[in-house]
Every structure is written in C-alpha cells, then in structure tokens.
C-alpha cells in the first residue's frame, strides 16, 4: 500500500507543474521551500546532534548533494515547459542507468551483465526518441534538459548512499532540502522570476508540489527502505512515466509524441535491468 502511494504520488509532480502559471525556476524554488518548511515542526520533536558528527569533508559532500538536488529540479522542471510530461518525465526516470553507470566510474562498483545490457538498451532508448525529433528544437531542448537533470540525481542519489550512513534520514533530507531551496531561490531572484504576488492558485499548487510529490512520493521512499527491498522500489518507479503519461492526456489533452510508443518501452526495459541488477 505504501509502494502504491509513493508511485502515484511521485506521478502528480509533471501535471501539477503544468497546471501552476509562475516560471520554472520559481516552480523549482518555491517546490523545495515549501517541501522544507514542512520538516520544519518535525525538526522540532527532534535534535540533529548527528550533524555535529560529520567532517569537514562530508559536510562539504552534504553541500554537493544539495546542489545536485538543486540542478535537477531546476533542469527538469524547466523541461516541462519545452517537451510533452511523457517526455520529460521518461527521460528523467533514467537516473537509475546513470546511477549505475556513476557507481562504476566513481566507486569502483562492478557492472553485472544485466546492469551492462539496461545501460546500454537505456540509452539506444533514449537516442531513438530524442534523434526523430532533432529538427523540433523546443523538444529535443527539453529532453536534453530532464536527461541533463536525471544525471544531476544521479549524483545526489550515489553521495546520498555514502552519506547517509552516518546521519539520520530527518537530519539528512531537512538538510539537503534547505541547501537545494536557498540555492533555488537565489537563482530565481537572479534569473528576475517571481516569487511573491503570485495568485493564490499557484501557492497552493506549490504546497501540493511540496507536499504530496516529495513526501508522500520521494520521502515515503526512504522511509520503505527499511522494508523493502531496494530493488523492489526501484523497479516500482517505473510506474511514473506511465502513470504521468496518463495523468497528462486526462488531465492536459495531452498526446505522446508518435515516437514515444517505439522509444518508450525501450528506455523502459533498460530501467527495469539495470534496476533489478543493482
């Protein structure tokens, strides 16, 4: 039941986008300012001594983390304003590939032969789509985004496996989340988005972003972990691009590009290996 809610919550996050009229940047800011002012009163019942504990280098690693976490919201959600939701939101979902693949070059993780074969298939996928539509700029320009921001996860993803073992989940998300907000919205102000006098419609689409999607879906993650195991989670997230890809035609009329229904199952099938080989 849980799994279920954390994929179908997950898989609000694109229409919920769409459906806000503010920038993306200010999307991306309000998002995880929002997702971290929630925290706020759980902090509260709680001390983060365990911070105290890290080095300089892991506290160093910490603001790493944050800045991955910070340019995938940023790269993906602003992929939505270029390419249709099962675009973006398929593109993004091969994190795992590149999670595996980074694993490898940076932590000496051996590639097993059905990672190998969901690497390589994810990435055919993912040519397959995104060369048709090469004379689309807007397209091609938004894919390239959420693949750029799943890379970003990636990173946050492969940090997030070292550094978590040394503080607790509520210490390590509230964190995380602080240093992607702040940066967020420095960029943000920078960029000349509006972040306050919006209508009252994207605020509460904003808090639902903050909300449902990060906690119910990415938070509830973690939080299974200690449950499941991780490759059952992570071939579940392979529900996200289908369910939004739904979500988007109901909800936004939105149809997938032709292309999707030949690429698609392909990017699909590589995901599948490689999560289950890790």
């Known amino acids: 039941m849980g799994l279920a809610v954390s994929v179908a919550s997950v898989s609000t996050a694109a229409i919920l986008i769409r459906l806000a009229s503010a920038d993306a940047l200010a999307v991306a800011a309000l998002r995880l300012s929002f997702a971290t002012l929630v925290l706020v009163p759980v902090v509260g019942l709680r001390r983060l001594d365990d911070l105290a504990t890290l080095s300089w280098k892991e506290g160093a690693m910490l603001l790493g983390i944050g800045m991955c976490l910070a340019a995938h919201f940023a790269l993906w959600i602003t992929s939505l304003y270029y390419t249709t939701v099962a675009a973006s939101v398929l593109m993004v979902s091969t994190s795992p590939v590149f999670t595996a693949a980074f694993g490898a070059a940076f932590l000496h993780d051996r590639i097993a032969p059905m990672a190998g ?143 999707m229904f030949v690429g698609a199952p392909v990017v699909l099938l590589g995901i599948y290996l490689t999560a289950r080989a890790a």
Do not use: W
Request: hydrophobic share 55%.
């Open 117 to 259: 074969a969901g690497i390589a298939l994810g990435m055919v996928g993912v040519v397959s789509i995104a060369l048709p539509q090469g004379g689309l700029s807007g397209d091609l320009q938004g894919m390239l985004m959420a693949l750029l921001g799943a890379i970003a996860v990636a990173g946050y993803l492969i940090g997030g496996s070292l550094l978590r073992q040394r503080i607790s989940l509520v210490s390590y998300v509230f964190c995380v989340y602080s240093i992607a907000a702040v940066l967020l919205v420095g960029l943000a102000a920078f960029a000349g988005a509006q972040l306050v006098g919006l209508p009252a419609k994207d605020y509460a689409i904003l808090l639902a972003l903050g909300i449902v999607p990060s906690h119910l879906g990415h938070s509830l993650y973690n939080y299974l972990l200690r449950f499941l195991d991780a490759k059952v989670i992570a071939v579940s997230t392979l529900g996200e691009p289908i369910i939004s890809s739904v979500l988007a035609f109901v909800v936004l009329r939105e149809s997938p590009h032709p292309v």
